[in-house]
């Protein structure tokens, strides 16, 4: 049954590898047609059939259109055959880094009955595939001091190999144990099969032509002229590859269906069981990248062992989640990252190239790019981030005029305090009764801009009073960023001042990133230069941009873990799931944020107030910026 549904897939994926080739067939036909009629009329003309001047005129007009044509056709195939397919950004395993691995993927290979990949590759994603480097440009010559990825160490003599590369995903080799991830790639190597057949490597190779054609066009810093003609090159490519795209999905699809019905064979009871743990690694990596690498990154510090906090962070689920806890026993089996001979040295690698997809930053280490180690992790990320948050905060609060809590008992006024952020965040929402009089009327608010000068009385501290008027049938119109009430006692809510808040703290973080993210998204010469674009950095941002909301709750955040952090003897840590976290003897302060919250969306310090008590935090101290 195996062997027919295999026979049966590579069949589907051949009659569709044939159709683009007709495709590419139709497309030389009509290069040829021209210069094919041009040849008839001038051979009709030698042989005195073809005479007069009509038939003069369609032999010039034809053998001119014949050469052009050509020329254009020459071209075209020529830009095909030429450009540069795009490349996986990956990490190179030499076979000397790697033995154990080659051999368990040519046992596999072997097993299959198929041919072996012709090298392996590691990607910061929780993925496998195969890829095709034959191309010229994916083959250069060895380097001295430099392993080639595509040959390895065993086949250096030769440029281009036949058989695809096998991408591996760097968080499988460190969570799955080596009988899973032999399960997981089985069906990925069993596709090497098909993939070696003439007509299916051809047809690849076309569709790979055009849409490295179709690329071309679209490659800025070039001349008018050549642009001209690079559009006109990438448009017939795109027609072409508008024509063949439903052959060749199909074509790849049967090439999948082959190499899975080829698969069962080989583990297929384990491959089950590997499939949840591809899951539950996928989960595990993309948390790990959002909350724990993602800060560091935007410190200019990059992890430099991701793949192992994969390992922590699916194990600290494990322990939290009862439906996780089967999955901790498997930590007893061998890892398959014990199949490299220097892990370390290549998560690293991967750790580094992750940040250059994710997030952009440099390929090589400096004075605002340096790796750091988990164990430093608490004290040179999620201390600074806080400090620099905090500092960034009071820069915005001195800019938009905030005056200091006059409740500090610090012996510089000036000093920064949590009390200041909590009084402006409680004044912006605060109710106030109106003071009685028989002869005026409340107090009406106007919303002051932002650089209004401040003022000493608690009710000026948001906006400006202005003068009493008599009762009025209808209330003075209010400003979008004012709401007033009236009841037994009349109270005025402004709000607003979180608002101006939240947008001046994006407006200065804007500018921070606008001065460091030049240099850091500057394409370098990497060994890796000739294979992948780097120019577009990050290709996969991790994140949308964060609300003005969500900086300023972080920010207040930020300023409350520092308070915690030098009046109360808190810790900065380490959460593999949630990231920075605050420990307040030892534990974790999880009911930090839903307070923070309070504070910033509502103006209600009290939870957080509270908090601070319960915490031994004092709000009115001093804290240490950066």
């Given at each position: 049954?195996?062997?027919?549904?295999?026979?049966?897939?590579a069949?589907a994926a051949r009659?569709?590898?044939?159709?683009?080739?007709r495709?590419?067939?139709?497309?030389?036909?009509?290069?040829?047609?021209p210069a094919?009629?041009?040849?008839v009329?001038?051979?009709?003309?030698?042989?005195?059939?073809?005479v007069?001047?009509?038939?003069?005129?369609?032999?010039?007009?034809?053998?001119?259109?014949?050469?052009?044509?050509?020329?254009?056709?020459?071209?075209?195939?020529?830009?095909?055959a030429?450009a540069?397919?795009?490349?996986s950004?990956?990490?190179?395993?030499?076979e000397?880094?790697a033995?154990?691995l080659?051999?368990?993927?040519?046992d596999?290979a072997d097993?299959?009955?198929v041919p072996?990949?012709s090298a392996i590759a590691l990607?910061?994603?929780?993925?496998?595939?195969?890829?095709?480097?034959t191309?010229p440009a994916h083959?250069?010559p060895?380097?001295?001091?430099?392993?080639?990825e595509?040959?390895?160490?065993?086949g250096?003599?030769?440029r281009v190999?036949?058989?695809?590369?096998?991408?591996?995903?760097?968080?499988?080799?460190?969570w799955?144990?080596?009988?899973?991830?032999?399960?997981?790639l089985?069906p990925?190597?069993?596709?090497?099969g098909p993939?070696?057949?003439p007509?299916?490597?051809a047809a690849?190779?076309?569709?790979r032509?055009?849409?490295?054609a179709?690329?071309?066009?679209s490659?800025?810093?070039?001349?008018p002229?050549?642009?001209?003609?690079?559009?006109?090159?990438?448009?017939?490519?795109r027609?072409?590859?508008?024509?063949?795209r439903?052959?060749?999905?199909?074509?790849?699809?049967?090439?999948?269906?082959a190499?899975?019905?080829?698969?069962?064979?080989?583990?297929?009871?384990?491959?089950?069981v590997?499939?949840?743990?591809?899951?539950l690694?996928?989960?595990?990596?993309?948390?790990?990248l959002?909350?724990?690498?993602l800060p560091?990154?935007?410190?200019?510090r990059?992890p430099?062992?991701?793949?192992?906090?994969?390992?922590?962070?699916?194990?600290?689920?494990?322990r939290r989640d009862r439906?996780?806890?089967?999955?901790?026993?498997r930590l007893?089996?061998?890892?398959?990252?014990?199949?490299?001979?220097e892990?370390?040295?290549?998560?690293?690698?991967?750790?580094?190239?992750?940040?250059?997809?994710?997030?952009?930053?440099p390929?090589e280490?400096?004075?605002?790019?340096?790796?750091?180690d988990?164990?430093?992790?608490p004290e040179?990320?999620?201390?600074?981030k806080?400090?620099?948050?905090?500092?960034r905060?009071?820069r915005?609060?001195?800019?938009?005029?905030?005056?200091?809590?006059?409740?500090t008992?610090?012996p510089d006024?000036?000093a920064?305090?949590l009390?200041r952020v909590?009084?402006?965040?409680?004044?912006?929402?605060?109710?106030?009764?109106e003071p009685p009089?028989?002869?005026q009327?409340?107090?009406?608010?106007d919303?002051?801009p932002?650089?209004a000068?401040?003022?000493?009385t608690?009710a000026?501290?948001d906006?400006?009073t202005?003068p009493?008027?008599?009762p009025?049938?209808?209330?003075?119109?209010?400003?979008?960023?004012?709401?007033?009430?009236?009841g037994?006692?009349?109270h005025?809510?402004?709000?607003?001042?979180a608002?101006?808040l939240a947008?001046?703290?994006?407006?200065?973080?804007?500018?921070?990133?606008?001065t460091?993210?030049h240099?850091?998204?500057?394409p370098e010469?990497?060994p890796d230069a000739?294979?992948?674009?780097?120019?577009?950095?990050?290709?996969?941002?991790?994140?949308?941009?964060r609300?003005a909301?969500?900086?300023l709750?972080?920010?207040?955040?930020?300023?409350?873990?520092?308070?915690?952090?030098?009046t109360?003897?808190a810790?900065p840590g380490l959460?593999?799931?949630d990231?920075p976290?605050?420990?307040?003897?030892?534990e974790?302060?999880?009911?930090?944020?839903?307070?923070?919250?309070?504070?910033?969306e509502?103006?209600?310090p009290?939870?957080l107030?509270?908090?601070?008590v319960k915490s031994?935090?004092?709000?009115e101290?001093?804290?240490r910026?950066?």
């Open positions: 049954m195996t062997g027919i549904g295999v026979e049966a897939g069949q009659s569709r590898a044939l159709a683009v080739l495709i590419r067939s139709r497309a030389l036909a009509v290069a040829l047609l094919a009629v041009a040849v009329l001038l051979a009709g003309g030698s042989t005195g059939h073809l007069g001047g009509v038939w003069d005129a369609a032999r010039l007009v034809m053998s001119v259109l014949g050469v052009l044509v050509l020329l254009a056709a020459g071209v075209i195939a020529l830009v095909v030429r540069r397919p795009a490349v950004p990956t990490v190179a395993i030499a000397e880094a033995p154990d080659y051999r368990m993927v040519r596999l097993r299959l009955d072996a990949p990607t910061p994603d929780c993925d496998s595939w195969l890829e095709d480097r191309h083959g250069p060895p380097q001295e001091g430099r392993d080639d595509i040959a390895g160490a065993g250096s003599h030769r190999p036949a058989a695809p590369v096998l991408v591996i995903g760097s968080p499988f080799l460190w799955m144990r080596v009988g899973e991830l032999r399960a997981v089985a990925v190597v069993a596709g090497t993939s070696a057949h007509d299916i490597a690849r190779r076309f569709v032509g055009l849409d490295a179709v690329a071309v066009g490659t800025p810093g070039r001349c002229l050549t642009r001209v003609l690079c559009a006109g090159v990438a448009s017939v490519a027609l072409m590859l508008r024509g063949c439903e052959h060749a999905a199909l074509m790849e699809r049967g090439v999948a269906a190499a899975a019905e080829r698969a069962q064979a080989v583990d297929y009871g384990l491959r089950i590997a499939q949840e743990q591809v899951g690694a996928y989960a595990g990596w993309d948390r790990l959002t909350r724990v690498a560091a990154w935007r410190m200019g990059w430099s062992r991701l793949d192992a906090g994969v390992v922590a962070a699916l194990t600290e689920l494990s439906l996780a806890e089967g999955f901790a026993s007893g089996e061998r890892p398959a990252c014990d199949l490299l001979e892990p370390g040295t290549i998560d690293e690698a991967a750790s580094l190239l992750a940040a250059r997809l994710f997030h952009g930053g390929a280490n400096g004075p605002d790019w340096a790796p750091v988990w164990q430093e992790y040179e990320v999620v201390d600074r806080w400090r620099l948050d905090a500092a905060l009071h915005v609060l001195d800019a938009q005029g905030v005056t200091h809590t006059p409740s008992t610090a006024s000036h920064p305090t009390a909590l009084t402006h965040l409680s004044a912006s929402h605060h109710t106030a009764p009089s028989t002869h009327a409340g107090p009406v608010l919303a002051s932002p650089d000068a401040p003022s000493n608690p000026a501290a906006g400006e202005l009493q008027e008599p009025a049938p209808a209330p003075a119109p209010a400003s979008d960023d004012e709401s007033v009430t009236a037994t006692g009349r005025t809510t402004v709000e607003g001042e608002e101006t947008a001046a703290l994006t407006a200065e973080l804007a500018r921070e990133e606008a460091t993210s240099p850091r998204s500057t010469t990497t000739t294979l992948w674009d780097d120019t577009a950095l990050p290709l996969f941002p991790l994140q949308p941009p609300t909301r969500e900086l709750t972080d920010h207040v955040t930020a300023m409350v873990c520092c308070a915690a952090i030098d109360a003897g810790t959460d593999w799931l990231g976290s605050l420990l307040i003897n030892g974790r302060a999880a009911d930090l944020t839903p307070r923070v919250l309070s504070l910033v509502d103006g209600d009290a939870p107030r509270a908090w601070l031994g935090i004092r709000p101290k001093p804290v910026l950066v």
